[in-house]
Structure formats: C-alpha cells, structure tokens
C-alpha cells in the first residue's frame, strides 16, 4: 500500500507534471511537421520548446515568465552569432569563449538565471557545425523561436487556469522533506544509531527544507493572488506554509543531551515508545502532503492525542516506580504536544471557511521574500579571482573554446566535438564534488542507456512501436531530470538514438561515438576542476562561519528584550530565526561539499565537522530558550540569567572577530543588557528551566569560540609560510 502510494504520489508530483509539460511541448511540433512530411522542421521548433522548458521552473509566475522570455532572447542572440562565425575555427573558438563565459556569469544573480545561461551555451554548442547556409540559418531562427513561444503558451496557459497547482505540488515536496527532517531526528531515541552520523545526516536534510521552504515563498508570498481575502485556496496554502515552518521550527527546537537521556532511561525501554510516537508524527505529515498534492482535503489517520497521553503515563508510571527525575522526558512530550497542535490545526483549516482564520502573520509576509533582483553592481563586484563564479565562468570558457580548437586542429569527427563539448557543459560545475559525481553518473547513465538504445534498435524495426518508446523515453527522462539524474540520462540516451534513426543515420556508430565523446568530454572536465583555477572550499568555508555565527548571535540576543520586559516582535522573531536557516544551510552545504574534495584538500574537515554539529545544537536550543522565556513571567527571571546571556553573546562576539569579514557586512556587538532590581529573586521550575537552557547556551558558545580559535589558528599558520615562500622567491 505504502509503495502503491509512492507511486501515485509521484504521478501527481511537479516531476511529472513537468516532464508531461515538456514532452508535449517537444513531442506535438514533431508529429505535426512529420505528418505533412517535414520532421526535419519539427525538430528545430523541438528544440526551441524544450530550451525554453529547461529554463521553466518552479516559483512565481512573473519570475518563470521573465526566465523564460529570457532563454529565448538570449538563446537567439547565441544562434546568429555563433553560425554567423561558425565558418572559421578561429572566429568560433573565441566566440565560444566569450559566450561561455558570459552566460556562465549569469550565476552570480539566481539559480534561474544560471539555468538561462546554460541553455543559451547549449543553443551555442548545437550550433558550431557550419552546415548551415544564410538563408537557411534565418529560417531555422524562426522555427526556433516558435518552439519557444508554442511552449510559452503552453506553460503560462497552465498557470491561468491552474495558478495554485504548483504551489500545491512544491508545497507537498517541502512538508515530505520536513516529515524526512523529523525522521532522523526520531533516530536519537535509538541508541544503535551512531549520533555524529545522525547529526550530519540532519544538517544535509536541513539544506533540503530550506531550499524547497524558499520556492514556497517565491511561489506563495511573490504572486498577490495567493494572499488576497477572495482566494481561498491560495489563503489556504499560505497558512499550511506558515504552520509548517512553524512546525519545522519546534522540531529544530526538541535538541537535547541524548547520551545523557539514554543513560538515565534507556534501560527501561521507555526511548522506542517515543521513536514510535514521532514516526507517528512524520507518517501523518506524509498524509497531509499526500492530499495536498492530490488536491484533495487532508484528513488524519491517527488518534496522536491519545498516543501522547500514552506516553505520558508511561513516564509516570516510570517517574513513580524507579523513583528518578523524568523532567527532561516530560520536555520532550511537551514539544511533541506543540507539534501535533501545528498538525490540528492544518486538519482544522480543511473544514473551516478560509475567511473565518485570522491572517496577522500573512500581512508581512513579504518581507520573508529573499530579494534575487538582477543588479549589476553585483555582477561588476564578482569579476575578480576571489568569486568562485568568476574563476568558474573563466574555466568553462577555457576548457570549452580550447578543446573545441584541439579537437579541430585534429580533424575530430563534427558530432563527436558537439557531444564532447555537451558533456563538458553539463558535468563541468564551480565545485568539485558536484563534477565528480555528475562525471560518474552521466557516464553509467550514458553506457546502460546505450545499450537499451541498441536493443530496441534491434529488436524492434516498426517505427510506430518506435515512436511511441521515444515518447516514454523523453517522458522519462524529463520527468527524473531533478529527481535522480542518472536515470535521467538512462533514458534520455534511447531517445537519442531513437531520434537519429529515424533522420537516417547509423545509430550504432553513433552510439559507439558517443560513449566515447562522453568519457572524453567527462575526462577533460574532471581534470579541468583540478587543473584551470580550481575552487577549494577549504579556502573560502570561513565565510560561511562568520555569517552562521552573526545570525545565531542575533537570533539569541532577542532574548534581551525579553528579559527587559519588552515584546517579542513576530515579524522580527521570524526573519531572524529564517537568518539562522539560510545560514546554518550554507554552512551545511559548504560542508557536504569539503567532504567530496579530494583528500589532501580535506585539512579542516574534523573542526569544521564539530563547529557544524555544534551550531546546530546551538540554534535548537535558542529556539528552545526563546520559547521558553517568552512564556516565563518576568518575575522568573533573575541577574544570573542576564550574567549567562552576556557570557553567552561575548562568547559567540569573540568568535565573530578572529574571522575575516567584508565590508558590506560589519558586526556590531550589542551592549545594551537589562538590570534586574536588587531584591529576593524567585526560584520556580521556569525559573530553573531557563537557568539550565542558559549555562547549555554558555557552554556550547564557549566551544564554539574555540573550534573557531582552532580552525583560524591552524589556517594562519598553514597560510604564512605560504606568504613566506612567495616573498623570499
């Protein structure tokens, strides 16, 4: 049941949908044009389609509208200069140079924009055969441009009539990774899982949610239709969105010592029962995203109240017969409560009237929007060796326009130079683990699907059976292409070959030449990231520190209008704790990708992995502690939790100033910290609750001060006899 699920659920998912999008878009000019006998034509309005259908996706429509009117204009501009010089070697070489390199720097701006440069390479690179006349290459522009704009209509047509339907998909995507989230966080109630794995596992999920949470809030919070009182559905998605980060927040927050918890009750066998609990919890997530991206009214399958009470009785029952302390397990059940509340409520929206739910949170919901404008003062700023962007742009450039004019000078096969240079473009990424393993996947996917191609090359000979498996083909393959890219590529490679048999070739030469092209190509990328100014991690992942450490210093510092009586703003609880997100992901990637680099490029990892778990474990318990004094009284608040909270702050400031920091973001400790009147200072459980939060905070930020100290220390010194070396030589 549960796979037939998984199953249905990708055929509803936005995967799907897209491949469904860009088949038809790609499929239906070529039947047309070969039934009144002209496939060749078909094919270049294919082309202009599917180039303009790699550039559509997910996020606000005027945003997808612009990417695609983009990739056509800039996709033109590449076709007539490239054929117009496509006649001299020389000419070529340099216009491949500064078109890739020019479109590669588009990535300075969005992924978007990144995706609308490298589909104007690939219009360059299908181009540098000089096979077409001038009259020719006019016409040629114009079926292009017809697949362009034919897909355009098809693609904004969609969003008319169903505006919310990829807001559902991706919103469904984004409540998937956050139940996947929780998940392993269900894996510190198992004593058999290895906790440093798990936590790294954690923070690479973590990437995950928030990239898919900002494409929610492109979709959600950029289009004014959504948020408008009149749209129900689209009010309605919008505050499932904001219930769910909210959730995602309170899940951060459950962050406790779980060593010491196993050791206190795991011999009861008391920690499975809340695995259980919480696997629970992520099963009914799914549910929820099940029927939203089925678009249909979720409703819950279990009776969670009834398991917490459960639980509780069974931490009772504990507490009395062993006669031990079971606070930090009732604090666990508390936010367990929290979670499932966040649950109710969702279900509680599906049968009440949208207009009937207050929508105080929704009315500054723009400002959450990360603001990805196109300035050029931005693109100016990164033509320099300090951007990796800049150094990957001038590699594409090098590699590209230098193999091109190799391989010419060698008098290789015009085909084989295409296919050589398309793998190059496709694998060839700013870092290195990323190329490695697109490398390693784009050639099993091009050898296994080689020899599918010439199975049903030889096995089947009628054109129709033929064509409808071209068709299931590129299906396929487009709908895998951001799921699994390996099994994108299988499939994408029959397609070829089905393609070229019926334009006439011989499909297994070609089949042949391209396995070889695509180990060429895929050779030549790999030592390109080695050799042509290549982008190490170990030497820029500081950044990364400095900007995590800022955002955590200034998501716990709110504590101090707390702690001076003052109220807690939500917009501004918000956007700080969504700082804290955005950073603790870039830092997590940052991380993942020092992981893949080669060996001897991995100098820091050990102390970069510890500063990683630690700021983890720092951020859950500041969304734990912030929670827990907003709730407090002030009368439970006392001088020792000023005197912690200073500690705790000029710890994390200490280790904000031993990191090198740019000029446009200057950090300015706050000293400003509250009073408390002399007097009798009450001691209650809230009291003592938030003691203990703030001596865990003042302990973790003192470590993390020095695992900073450390990593600095250890690059200062590996960086002088460097500078040494360089003034003595």
Not at 239 to 252: G, K, N
Not at 690 to 717: P, R
């Amino acid at each position: 049941m549960h796979r037939t699920k998984e199953i249905s659920n990708f055929f509803y998912s936005q995967y799907f949908s897209e491949g469904l999008k860009i088949t038809f878009g790609c499929i239906v000019p070529v039947l047309i044009c070969a039934y009144f006998g002209d496939f060749h034509i078909g094919t270049f309005i294919s082309l202009g389609a599917l180039l303009v259908g790699m550039s559509d996706t997910p996020g606000a429509p005027s945003h997808r509208r612009l990417g695609m009117l983009s990739t056509a204009g800039l996709s033109m501009a590449s076709f007539v200069i490239i054929t117009s010089i496509n006649h001299w070697v020389s000419l070529t070489t340099i216009g491949i140079a500064l078109l890739s390199f020019s479109f590669s720097m588009l990535a300075v701006f969005n992924a978007r924009a990144a995706t609308v440069g490298s589909m104007s390479t690939l219009m360059m690179l299908i181009n540098i055969r000089s096979d077409v006349s001038g009259e020719e290459q006019w016409m040629y522009l114009l079926y292009i441009t017809i697949g362009a704009c034919w897909y355009m209509v098809i693609s904004m047509s969609l969003i008319h009539f169903r505006p919310y339907r990829v807001a559902q998909q991706e919103l469904s995507e984004s409540i998937r990774h956050v139940a996947n989230y929780i998940r392993l966080k269900a894996n510190f109630y198992d004593s058999r899982i290895d906790f440093n794995e798990n936590y790294l596992k954690l923070i690479e999920k973590q990437v995950e949610v928030h990239a898919h949470q900002e494409t929610v809030r492109d979709i959600l919070f950029r289009s004014k239709r959504s948020i408008k009182d009149t749209t129900k559905i689209g009010r309605f998605l919008t505050l499932i969105f904001s219930d769910m980060v909210d959730l995602f927040e309170q899940s951060m927050s459950t962050q406790y010592d779980y060593n010491a918890i196993h050791k206190a009750y795991g011999a009861s066998g008391i920690m499975l029962q809340f695995k259980n609990v919480v696997l629970k919890i992520t099963t009914e997530m799914d549910n929820i995203a099940f029927a939203i991206n089925a678009n249909r009214i979720p409703k819950s399958i279990y009776n969670l109240d009834q398991d917490i009470t459960a639980l509780k009785q069974a931490v009772d029952k504990l507490e009395k017969e062993e006669k031990i302390n079971t606070m930090p397990l009732k604090k666990i059940i508390i936010n367990i409560r929290t979670i499932v509340k966040y649950l109710d409520s969702i279900y509680s929206y599906s049968a009440s009237k949208i207009s009937e739910i207050p929508k105080q949170e929704l009315d500054s919901a723009s400002q959450f929007i990360t603001r990805d404008q196109i300035d050029w003062k931005k693109f100016r700023s990164n033509l320099s060796f300090e951007s990796s962007v800049f150094r990957h742009a001038l590699r594409m450039a090098i590699v590209l326009s230098g193999t091109y004019l190799t391989l010419n000078l060698i008098n290789f096969n015009q085909y084989g130079i295409y296919w050589t240079l398309l793998t190059i473009m496709v694998i060839l990424k700013p870092g290195f683990g990323l190329t490695q393993k697109r490398n390693v996947q784009r050639l099993i996917g091009t050898l296994l699907g080689g020899v599918i191609g010439a199975v049903v090359l030889i096995t089947i000979q009628d054109e129709t059976i033929r064509f409808i498996l071209l068709i299931f083909f590129f299906l396929t393959a487009y709908s895998m292409f951001r799921v699994n890219y390996i099994v994108a590529v299988l499939f994408m490679t029959p397609y070829v070959l089905i393609m070229l048999s019926f334009n006439g070739m011989n499909t297994f030469e070609m089949a042949q030449e391209r396995i070889v092209d695509t180990f060429l190509g895929g050779a030549i990328a790999f030592l390109s990231n080695y050799l042509i100014f290549p982008n190490w991690e170990n030497s820029q992942f500081r950044s990364s520190m400095r900007a995590l450490l800022v955002a955590n210093y200034r998501y716990i510092a709110q504590a101090i209008d707390l702690l001076a009586g003052k109220e807690l703003s939500i917009t501004e609880y918000k956007l700080a704790r969504k700082e804290v997100y955005i950073c603790s992901a870039n830092m997590g990637s940052t991380f993942q990708r020092m992981l893949t680099e080669p060996k001897w490029q991995q100098k820091y990892t050990k102390d970069v992995n510890r500063f990683v778990i630690l700021s983890h474990i720092f951020s859950s318990y500041s969304a734990n502690l912030l929670a827990q004094v907003d709730e407090a009284n002030q009368e439970a608040f006392n001088n020792n939790h000023v005197k912690l909270l200073k500690k705790t702050l000029n710890e994390l400031e200490k280790a904000i100033l031993i990191l090198p920091q740019n000029d446009a973001d200057i950090f300015v400790g706050n000293k400003d910290f509250p009073e408390r009147k002399e007097g009798p200072e009450i001691e209650d459980e809230n009291s003592n609750l938030i003691t203990e939060q703030l001596q865990f905070l003042s302990k973790i930020s003192g470590d993390l001060s020095k695992v900073t100290q450390q990593i600095t220390s250890t690059v200062e010194a590996e960086i002088k006899p460097t500078l040494s070396q360089v003034q003595h030589g």
